[in-house]
């Protein structure tokens, strides 16, 4: 290993490969070596060009500390992406043009901070970055560096891209120290894969000569050919009877001998190791990963290909616990008697929500097994000592012995387990099986930015025709006709999040868009941190549960598509389905919608719950307005997706037993570039200031301004109020958490708030929302049918937190605290359908116990009338009295037979 992986990196490959991928995930970030790299690249270069995604423009020319630069900042043109993908990917390509048109590429650096979450964005950004600067030679080729999320997006297309790759790794204990797989490309084709260990710290980066002993150990044997018996071994099936010969009598590991051998002699083995000892000559063309090659035909070689190796594409994309969604690779898989596997933590979980001490059910299929039965999985690593498809192939005649036991594992039985759970495709999470058939279905669907009057705006201006499918909805179900009352701020993601959860926003800490975290000192970005489950569980778990994982926990599975926080872990869950936000689909498309339906109706796993997210019309409303022909034409738009989602569910046989929720998470208000409060105006003093108009934070800077001074300078400014924290009004249920600021200003409705007279030339949202909640046009409107819901009817207003109560009765789920209430929406329900089957069974229940306690009354009374029978037979039979007259000894027996008449014996 190379002292620093940040020279390792520079020197020796960045110069000669030129284009360089970082991937990292959420438990090892790849910001600090991405800067570091881009930093230390740009020192040697005079043409710089950034597209900037995940951070802003300000921020590299402060930390790479060049002026020169040429910026495309998608970070900050949030106009940009209101107006839609089609001015972004001309924006990029147009920019990847000037770039090719710089004559002296070779000194020209590139760097693009992220591919995602915008997968469009990535996918217009491999096409240019393809056709204009990667078909070039090497030599003149400029110097590209890039950053992505490997646990956001698929990067296949990505990296092939890219001949330098370095794919950071998780720590393998709760310290600094890191592990990456640096992958190199060859021209010839031949990928080079090592593995580097170093120190991960927020300053520097290190190499691996200061780890700690135990991992360099562990590194070690990870990577030693005593634990890999094939890593350095290459199959030839064409090999001469001589060659042939040649192979049999190697033995593994190989050791590149320091003395020189006659040549004459050939291969010299060490008895004592059983080594082969060799001078690798010019012919030899000694490779590290084909040592052997020299007796191999080149032509007929087969070499270890990484994008060929059979199980690393399975490892990463299928192998994964169906629990947590993790690999294996840093976690113990645990196997039941049932076959099935996950990690060791969640099986550990499992085991502790268990009513009994012994025993538990696996998290798959749901069958009762003993805590004994369940065994670490060791067919897993010597699965990886196979090596590739190849090697399984050559080896099925053949047993391995693992190096953590002495068990010897059958290989056969390892490939038929990796073909029977490949064709399963595992999917990731728990699965009642039996249970799903009965369970109700509920089909919940948000429609940003719908306000509470849309529907009535567009009868009014298009008929009542123009929605059909919505008017069929509400024929046949609940209609909110004033809306709903969403959750204080009006945004999007905590309103969204105050959905599933059934929490206020001071209560599920997700705040805001952007907010600020004390405890972190950090922003939340909606780029950077939309999968970082700190920022949704409150920072220390106590930010509630979504309604998946509450739908998960009483046996149920859930399909979530596009929602915000959909793929992050709470409470150690994921959805059961997820696909992260699709900016395409999102915009209202058919694909999301088969989609879903695919889930509810598979045979594998079929979900109980979905969820979908469209972001329309709240980008229509933003840019035109919400009285726009705009916003009338989304909504026709949307009525068409409905439609579609209701033929889908007939065809499936689903859409009468199918309880269907649409609503929204905030309503609009109209606005315009003269209505915008500039609050460099009004303070003289230096602040900091997050989220975004028409809501906004101020904290004072310590030393240069105090709360007072701030709130005295803006208490006259009109159109705005301005609260201390403290007076914060409690019926927002806003103030209480951490990440609310000193300061918070509220925009009066219609108005906007922005820092400097810059912001506000630009401004040209002609819709605005986030304003006070008790503002009627913030108010989301709610649809919903199904069989539990009332037919035809127009319900009162209810707060947006009670619909997570709602879908957990629905979905007979035991909720998790919140601050919803199944009282206040009750009225829209069919309490008889709702409770149908727990009256039944409970009836069920009642009449076999009554049928029981009859059945025991009847049979005591039987026998007692039986007894005094016989009593009545015996006495007859004598004609006097027992009691006193001398009996013979058959008599006596007679009433010997006879427990009561016993006791009347003499």
Not at 49 to 66: C, M, N, P, Q, T
Not at 176 to 194: A, H, M, P
Request: contains cysteine; aromatic residues 10%.
């Amino acid at each position: 290993m190379s002292s620093s992986l940040t020279d390792y990196n520079l020197k020796e490959n960045l110069k000669q490969l030129r284009a360089l991928l970082i991937s990292d995930i959420v438990e090892a970030s790849g910001k600090n070596i991405f800067f570091s790299i881009s930093k230390q690249t740009a020192a040697i270069v005079e043409n710089i060009f950034i597209v900037a995604l995940e951070f802003s423009a300000d921020f590299y020319r402060s930390f790479i500390e060049f002026q020169n630069a040429e910026i495309l900042d998608l970070h900050s043109n949030v106009e940009l992406w209101v107006e839609g993908e089609n001015v972004i990917r001309k924006n990029i390509i147009s920019f990847i043009q000037d770039i090719a048109s710089v004559k002296f590429q070779a000194n020209t650096l590139i760097i693009i901070d992220c591919f995602d979450p915008m997968s469009n964005c990535s996918t217009v950004l491999n096409q240019v970055l393809n056709k204009y600067i990667l078909r070039q030679k090497e030599k003149i080729r400029p110097y590209i560096i890039g950053l992505c999320h490997r646990d956001v997006i698929e990067i296949n297309d990505i990296q092939t891209i890219f001949p330098f790759h370095i794919k950071l790794r998780p720590p393998k204990c709760k310290t600094n120290q890191y592990e990456c797989d640096i992958i190199k490309r060859k021209s010839s084709g031949k990928i080079e894969y090592t593995r580097e260990g170093f120190n991960f710290t927020d300053k520097k980066i290190t190499g691996s000569n200061i780890l700690s002993n135990n991992l360099i150990e562990s590194i070690k044997q990870d990577n030693t050919e005593a634990a890999d018996p094939t890593k350095n071994l290459s199959f030839n099936l064409n090999l001469t009877e001589k060659e042939e010969e040649a192979r049999r009598k190697l033995q593994l590991p190989y050791v590149r001998t320091n003395k020189s051998t006659p040549k004459d002699e050939g291969p010299k083995s060490d008895s004592g190791k059983g080594n082969i000892y060799y001078e690798p000559d010019e012919a030899d063309d000694f490779d590290e990963e084909d040592p052997d090659d020299d007796l191999d035909r080149k032509e007929h070689r087969i070499a270890f290909r990484m994008n060929e190796n059979f199980l690393y594409r399975i490892r990463e994309e299928s192998l994964t616990c169906r629990v947590c969604l993790e690999t294996w690779i840093n976690k113990s898989p645990i196997l039941f008697p049932c076959q099935h596997i996950t990690c060791e933590s969640c099986t550990t979980g499992v085991m502790k929500n268990s009513k009994s001490i012994h025993s538990f059910k696996c998290p798959v299929c749901r069958k009762v097994v003993t805590k004994l039965d369940v065994k670490k999985f060791r067919f897993f690593r010597t699965l990886e000592h196979v090596g590739s498809k190849v090697t399984i192939d050559q080896a099925s005649q053949t047993e391995w012995e693992n190096n953590e036991s002495e068990k010897t594992v059958d290989i056969n039985e390892i490939r038929d387990y990796l073909i029977k759970q490949k064709k399963r495709k595992l999917n990731n999470l728990i699965y009642l099986g039996d249970l799903h058939s009965v369970r109700r279905k509920v089909i919940f669907i948000s429609l940003d930015g719908f306000r509470y009057d849309y529907l009535e705006k567009v009868k009014d201006k298009r008929g009542y025709a123009s929605t059909p499918n919505f008017n069929r909805i509400i024929e046949e179900g609940v209609y909110v006709k004033d809306g709903i009352t969403n959750a204080f701020i009006t945004k999007t993601f905590p309103n969204h999040w105050s959905l599933v959860t059934g929490r206020y926003e001071e209560s599920h800490g997700l705040i805001g868009n952007e907010m600020f975290d004390p405890r972190r000192n950090q922003t939340f970005n909606l780029t950077a941190d939309v999968t970082d489950s700190f920022w949704y569980n409150n920072g220390d778990g106590s930010g509630g549960e979504p309604i998946w994982v509450t739908n998960q926990r009483a046996g149920g599975a859930s399909g979530v598509l596009y929602w915000v926080g959909d793929g992050v872990v709470i409470n150690d869950h994921r959805p059961t389905r997820f696909e992260f936000f699709n900016f395409k689909y999102a915009n209202g498309d058919k694909v999301p919608i088969d989609k879903l339906i695919r889930w509810f109706d598979t045979e594998d796993c079929p979900i109980n719950l979905g969820l979908l997210y469209f972001r329309q019309p709240d980008a229509a409303g933003h840019k035109f307005g919400p009285d726009s022909n705009e916003v009338l034409d989304e909504i026709i738009k949307l009525d068409g997706y409905i439609g579609y989602l209701i033929k889908r569910l007939e065809e499936v046989d689903m859409y009468d037993e199918m309880n269907i929720i649409i609503t929204s998470d905030h309503g609009m208000a109209e606005s315009d570039s003269e209505k915008v409060i500039v609050l460099d105006d009004y303070l003289k003093v230096d602040y900091t200031s997050y989220m975004d108009s028409p809501i906004y934070s101020i904290d004072p800077i310590d030393g240069v301004s105090t709360v007072d001074e701030i709130v005295k300078s803006l208490s006259k400014v009109q159109n705005m109020k301005v609260y201390r924290k403290q007076d914060i009004p409690e019926h927002f249920h806003y103030r209480n958490n951490i990440r609310v600021r000193s300061i918070v200003l509220v925009a009066d409705v219609g108005w906007n708030i922005v820092k400097t007279k810059e912001e506000k030339q630009k401004w040209k949202r002609r819709g605005s929302h986030g304003y006070n909640n008790s503002i009627k046009i913030m108010h989301p409107f709610f649809v919903a049918r199904g069989p539990i819901f009332k037919k035809n009817y127009t319900a009162s207003s209810f707060e947006n937190v009670d619909i997570y109560p709602l879908i957990c009765e629905i979905v007979d789920a035991k909720p998790y605290p919140n601050n919803g209430s199944l009282s206040r929406i009750s009225h829209i329900i069919m309490k008889e359908k709702l409770f149908h089957v727990t009256t039944t069974f409970i009836t069920y229940v009642a009449s076999i116990a009554f049928a029981a306690l009859f059945s025991s009354i009847f049979s005591l009374v039987a026998c007692r009338v039986y007894r005094i029978q016989r009593r009545h037979k015996y006495n007859s039979s004598y004609h006097v009295s027992i009691n006193g007259l001398p009996m013979n000894e058959t008599d006596k027996q007679v009433l010997l037979d006879d427990p009561e008449l016993e006791s009347e014996l003499p």
